[in-house]
């Protein structure tokens, strides 16, 4: 993968988003509506291995060289879990996503960086309507959001699979040209970028969320989210 510059960092400035002209706000849940320091995420991968352990009677290395491999050869560990060995994704994800989330409270500079957003926003989730709205919850935003399309409304296909891009676009009736999607997973952005959406990525330190991070489809580039809702709160800058 290319390196990120400074040079590009500036050329992919999300303060150069013109946000009069949007009028949908995509957002990605985890790694993308809190950072991925705040190590949410490991929480549900640790229950991932833990069910596989269980189900499967691996030692602990053996359950998460699986998970792995899963994740990356079928985008989601339950995707690979389920044309594999048929696993039931209710069960699966029931499982993994019932973690503790009593460390976490109201953010009211997310809350107000959202709020200062125009137009509706959108959850778009590889995760479950439960889990998110769990999130939500907890960081005192679930109201800003329309709706959470999860990978039960997919058909359990992750992103990046185009088909439940256009049956998201479907659903919540967004129009395209006037979107932008937030992402932590860079090549998530390309279907985004090829229906007609502006596309922001929020970096990150793992190969496979960089992955696609330097493709042309990768139209802004913010530290996290609270970068970019501060960068976009000041208006386009040419």
């Given at each position: 993968?290319?390196?990120?510059?400074?040079?590009?960092?500036?050329?992919?400035?999300?303060?150069?988003?013109?946000?009069?002209?949007?009028?949908?706000?995509?957002?990605?849940?985890?790694?993308?509506?809190?950072?991925?320091?705040?190590?949410?995420?490991?929480?549900?991968?640790s229950?991932?291995?833990?069910?596989?352990?269980?189900?499967?009677?691996?030692?602990?290395?053996?359950?998460?060289?699986?998970?792995?491999?899963?994740?990356?050869?079928?985008?989601?560990?339950?995707?690979?879990?389920?044309?594999?060995?048929?696993?039931?994704?209710?069960?699966?994800?029931?499982?993994?996503?019932?973690?503790?989330?009593?460390?976490?409270?109201?953010?009211?500079?997310?809350?107000?960086?959202?709020?200062?957003?125009?137009?509706?926003?959108?959850?778009?989730?590889?995760?479950?309507v439960?889990?998110?709205?769990?999130?939500?919850?907890?960081?005192?935003?679930?109201?800003?959001?329309?709706?959470?399309?999860?990978?039960?409304?997919?058909?359990?296909?992750?992103?990046?699979?185009?088909?439940?891009?256009?049956?998201?676009?479907?659903?919540?009736?967004?129009?395209?040209?006037?979107?932008?999607?937030?992402?932590?997973?860079?090549?998530?952005?390309?279907?985004?970028?090829?229906?007609g959406?502006?596309?922001?990525?929020?970096?990150?330190d793992?190969?496979?969320?960089?992955?696609?991070?330097?493709?042309?489809?990768?139209?802004?580039?913010?530290?996290?989210?609270k970068?970019?809702?501060?960068?976009?709160?000041?208006?386009?800058?040419?």
């Amino acid at each position: 993968m290319t390196e990120i510059t400074d040079l590009m960092l500036k050329e992919k400035d999300p303060g150069k988003l013109d946000v009069s002209k949007i009028s949908a706000w995509v957002f990605d849940l985890d790694n993308t509506i809190y950072p991925a320091h705040q190590s949410l995420f490991p929480r549900v991968a640790s229950r991932m291995i833990e069910w596989i352990e269980t189900n499967f009677n691996l030692d602990r290395k053996n359950a998460e060289e699986l998970k792995n491999r899963l994740f990356l050869e079928y985008g989601t560990t339950i995707n690979g879990l389920s044309s594999e060995y048929a696993v039931d994704p209710e069960d699966f994800l029931s499982y993994v996503h019932d973690i503790d989330l009593s460390d976490l409270s109201y953010d009211e500079e997310l809350d107000l960086g959202i709020t200062a957003l125009p137009g509706k926003k959108y959850i778009y989730t590889n995760g479950t309507v439960l889990h998110a709205r769990r999130i939500l919850e907890a960081f005192g935003i679930e109201h800003h959001f329309e709706l959470i399309f999860d990978i039960f409304a997919s058909n359990h296909l992750p992103k990046p699979a185009m088909r439940p891009y256009k049956d998201f676009l479907k659903k919540s009736k967004v129009d395209p040209k006037k979107a932008v999607m937030i992402e932590d997973m860079a090549c998530n952005l390309q279907p985004a970028a090829e229906l007609g959406m502006k596309t922001v990525w929020l970096m990150a330190d793992h190969s496979w969320a960089k992955k696609g991070a330097t493709e042309p489809y990768v139209h802004f580039i913010a530290k996290d989210l609270k970068q970019f809702l501060l960068g976009v709160k000041q208006g386009p800058i040419y």
